[in-house]
């Protein structure tokens, strides 16, 4: 009971405490302190020292100055830090400290129809981004280097159950977009032989190495796998224009897959004109007993009537039925 009471009385602390130190002030009042020539001064100085690495000056500097100008001059700072060509173990345990700390000058402004607050200068948060964002890039160096020197073992490396596992499976998606084309056919190898590969929780990182390399084999794999918004994602670019013979044989090798099939049939009946090897699969899939119908009339509110028109005199059954209905639900 207690224990209860008391950390009902710190929930309260917190809460109550956070709320009354906050102040908020209006976009203007932000604008008019930005435009300041004192303030532009300042921030000068601010990132003068952080360029220079001279981290305990800075602080130094920062601590003697009016609180909003510090939250406006540790959010030029952080940003700064975005330049990881200088980022030093000095820079990054400072972007530590003032991730954990709680901007006190808020801003409201009007949204559509309804009111948001938010930090003035929302240094902590930009300051996080920026950690996590140094994190992947190590990260990234880390399977750079193991790929390299063919130390690289992917599942074991992505550690699929681990903490960090977005990081890395981000780290190496950024990796991936970098490699060289020799390098990527390393990864693919390494990709298609590691059959732990197949316990991923995501195609995050398969949809990446499949869309780079243009494997066949690994968009078989993805394709086969079970979709997600990666593998979605994959499928929804291949109808954008210039559409290449390759994508097209991907999509209609998507259609294995059965949540993946009605998008990919509906992008190839959006093909103006239809190949011949799109027609030739359409025409097969206008002769299923359950889907046929719907089909013929997608091809037919599509623009593709005077085709259909065409396949009445050739085919019988219930291929013509289909047409025929498909026909008659969208009228001309």
């Known amino acids: 009971m207690k224990r209860s009471l008391a950390l009902l009385i710190i929930f309260f602390f917190a809460l109550f405490g956070g709320v009354s130190r906050a102040i908020t002030i209006s976009p203007d009042d932000v604008a008019s302190h930005i435009a300041d020539p004192n303030t532009v001064s300042s921030i000068l100085h601010v990132t003068t020292l952080f360029d220079a690495n001279q981290i305990p000056q800075l602080e130094t500097y920062l601590a003697s100055l009016p609180e909003l100008l510090r939250e406006e001059a540790l959010t030029v700072v952080t940003r700064r830090a975005l330049n990881f060509s200088k980022m030093t173990p000095e820079i990054e345990k400072f972007l530590v400290t003032i991730s954990h700390q709680q901007p006190k000058y808020l801003v409201k402004s009007q949204g559509n129809g309804y009111w948001v607050t938010m930090p003035a200068f929302n240094y902590a948060g930009e300051a996080r981004w920026v950690l996590n964002r140094w994190e992947i890039k190590l990260l990234g160096d880390e399977a750079n280097r193991l790929l390299n020197y063919d ?143 719907s089909i013929a009339t997608l091809l037919a509110e599509q623009g593709h009537r005077v085709w259909l028109e065409q396949l009445l005199q050739q085919v019988s059954g219930v291929t013509r039925r289909n047409i025929e209905n498909g026909l008659d639900s969208v009228k001309s």
């Open 151 to 293: 130390q690289l073992s992917l599942a074991k490396w992505l550690s699929f159950s681990s903490n960090d596992y977005t990081l890395r499976r981000e780290a190496l998606v950024s990796l991936i977009s970098n490699l060289s084309p020799q390098a990527l056919n390393k990864l693919e190898l390494l990709y298609l032989g590691d059959k732990n590969m197949d316990w991923s929780p995501d195609n995050t990182v398969l949809a990446a190495l499949a869309t780079q390399t243009r494997s066949n084999a690994l968009y078989s794999l993805l394709w086969l796998r079970r979709t997600d918004s990666a593998s979605l994602e994959v499928l929804r670019k291949m109808d954008t224009p210039p559409v290449s013979q390759q994508h097209i044989d991907q999509m209609i090798a998507a259609t294995v897959n059965p949540v993946l099939a009605e998008m990919a049939i509906r992008q190839l009946a959006g093909l103006h004109p239809l190949p011949d090897d799109v027609k030739t699969f359409l025409l097969k899939q206008i002769g299923d007993r359950q889907r046929g119908k």
